[in-house]
């Protein structure tokens, strides 16, 4: 999107916006080391998290994975494979709707999740005042 000459930011909302991304940059880099140290990728702790926390139910749909993660389909199917081989998550054919495949985690994945988020609330809460951050029983 380009803008006009008359909407260049002010020296103020560029210290703004440079603030924002560092402490973001800074709970990402966080959360890289921290579910390296669990034997998982990233986007492997994202999937879990994706799953865990899809609304209203425990499991969540190969597409509703997809765009929660921004990610093209194919990729998430294959993400989703290397999380099954790894006894993390199981898959299985949706009864209501033949298409769709569903996600849900195991014993091991919902294990590890709940030990690393439980890391990434405490690392949260340091950034409390920095810039608003869901709430998440602090």
């Known amino acids: 999107m380009k803008r006009d000459v008359d909407d260049i930011l002010t020296k103020s909302e560029f210290e703004s916006l440079s603030e ?3 402490q973001m940059r800074r709970f990402e880099r966080f959360s890289e080391n921290a579910v390296q140290d669990f034997g998982i990728t990233p986007l492997q702790y994202l999937l879990l998290l994706h799953i865990k926390g899809y609304p209203g139910r425990d499991y969540a749909t190969v597409g509703e994975l997809a765009e929660r993660l921004q990610a093209k389909h194919h990729g998430v ?3 989703i494979s ?3 081989a790894i006894g993390l998550v199981h898959r299985r054919q949706s009864e209501i709707d033949k298409r769709q ?3 849900m ?3 091991e994945g919902e294990h590890m999740l709940t030990q690393l988020a439980a890391l990434h609330r405490t690392e949260l809460q ?3 005042g920095v810039f608003p951050i869901p709430l998440i029983n602090f």
Do not use: D, G, I
Request: aromatic fraction near 12%.
């Open 20 to 22: 924002f991304r560092f």
């Open 77 to 79: 199917v294959a993400l």
């Open 82 to 84: 290397r999380c099954e």
């Open 101 to 103: 495949v569903e996600v």
């Open 105 to 107: 985690l195991l014993k």
């Open 126 to 128: 340091s950034l409390n």
